[in-house]
């Protein structure tokens, strides 16, 4: 008989968050309901970054000096700890980046970038076909338009459905021989919607092509195992999971990045330099030229302790419930439409809606006036608005320090909302 699932005790998490205790002014709270843009760090994470800075900041890998091996120790420590933490068949997959977008990038690039030494598995040219879907972030999106330009590529994509899932109807016709990328987002950063893995995967793998996956919303919000996933690279970004601003992770495949051609060249890198012609060190250092973000890896990895001291699957279901919450909340609103699933296990907390005849930035504002901090706009994803003929949406998004009456704050702000907007 398994053990009981343990409940979060979300008052204790707040204590951990300095920022939740700041008042916008002297009658507001804040209520934090943005954190698929961006989310708060606990002060662990922030400790763990003071500390190093305070005593053992230093350029990593270079010095043979004692402060030099403290850095790297740290720096490596954190690659260790991030592989762990996502069950990485090894450190050397883990790549810090700037941010997921460049982690897509650094791929994307890597892909168009090959000669004649680069297996053809690894190599997008002209006549190959690039598909990803129709619900994209920007990020994993213009990075495959931008290869698919250079190298004479076709970017075809699948579809986003009525019900705002994607529609695999086609799948079997969109996936062809020529096919080399399948890239797609885990969990739809506008929709919440959740991508079966599993099946894009099969397709994939039906025909040779690559899987890419975009975790930048999932990774903080459910467990995430590399090791069973199937895919052969993952982005992801720190901020989002509780960690510092500029850090991110390319997971790859190890035999995929050894002989991936890097995107970014210079000092850190190599393995041997000449005059007329370098070669290049083994993954991951072949990806991180230059000074890499020592405090912000070392941060990331005390976000990680942080999330694994929580247990990933109670995250999970704690926020599952303040979704189900939300959007049963705002169906019950007048005027108010929800872009994406209802209450449903296969959507995540991300809950995007319109106000009919409101802009979202009209909404945004008076919910701001009100302590309550959402996200407004297309959300870096223009395509999939089209699709359903809006300018763009209103996004609450939740974080494990989300209580239940934040969520009744959104609804009843969004009710005033409305009264507001039916006096003008």
């Excluded at 070669?279 to 991180?288: K, L, M, N, S």
Aim: hydrophobic share 40%; charged share 25%; net charge negative.
């Amino acid at each position: 008989m398994s053990a009981p699932r343990r409940v979060l005790d979300i008052e204790a998490i707040r204590e951990d968050f300095p920022i939740l205790s700041r008042r916008l002014d002297e009658d507001t709270r804040l209520i934090y309901l943005d954190g698929g843009a961006t989310s708060q760090r606990p002060r662990q994470v922030i400790e763990a970054e003071v500390a190093y800075v305070e005593h053992d900041h230093a350029a990593v890998k270079r010095g043979a000096h004692r402060m030099a091996e403290a850095a790297t120790d740290a720096y490596e420590g954190a690659r260790d700890r991030v592989a762990h933490f996502f069950g990485a068949p090894r450190p050397e997959e883990i790549v810090f980046t700037k941010n997921a977008t460049e982690a897509l990038n650094v791929l994307a690039y890597g892909l168009g970038n090959g000669d004649a030494t680069t297996p053809d598995h690894l190599r997008v040219r002209d006549g190959d076909e690039i598909l990803v879907t129709e619900m994209e972030h920007h990020a994993n999106l213009v990075p495959w338009q931008e290869l698919a330009r250079r190298t004479g590529a076709r970017l075809r994509w699948i579809p986003v459905a009525d019900d705002f899932t994607l529609d695999l109807t086609e799948l079997d016709s969109l996936v062809t021989e020529r096919t080399r990328v399948i890239a797609f987002t885990h969990q739809s950063n506008v929709l919440g919607t959740l991508n079966p893995v599993a099946r894009l995967v099969e397709a994939a793998r039906s025909v040779g092509a690559l899987t890419v996956l975009d975790a930048a919303q999932s990774a903080p919000h459910m467990p995430l195992d590399l090791s069973t996933l199937g895919v052969d690279f993952v982005a992801l970004s720190g901020h989002k999971m509780l960690g510092p601003t500029g850090i991110g992770v390319l997971w790859g495949r190890f035999e995929h990045l050894a002989e991936l051609p890097p995107a970014l060249t210079g000092g850190s890198m190599i393995e041997l330099v000449e005059m007329e012609r370098s070669t290049y060190a083994e993954p991951p250092a072949r990806f991180e030229p230059g000074t890499p973000p020592i405090s912000q890896a070392v941060g990331l990895a005390a976000a990680c302790d942080y999330l694994d001291a929580l247990g990933m699957e109670q995250i999970a279901a704690h926020e599952q419930a303040l979704t189900d919450q939300a959007l049963r909340g705002l169906l019950g609103i007048e005027s108010v439409s929800i872009i994406g699933p209802g209450p449903s296990p296969d959507r995540t907390g991300a809950v995007s809606f319109t106000l009919s005849g409101r802009h979202p930035h009209d909404v945004g504002q008076v919910l701001d006036s009100l302590g309550i901090e959402v996200r407004v706009g297309h959300h870096c994803a223009w395509p999939l608005h089209r699709r359903f003929g809006i300018h763009g949406t209103t996004r609450a998004s939740f974080s494990v320090h989300t209580t239940p009456t934040e969520v009744d704050a959104l609804i009843e702000g969004v009710s005033r909302t409305v009264e507001f907007f039916r006096t003008l």
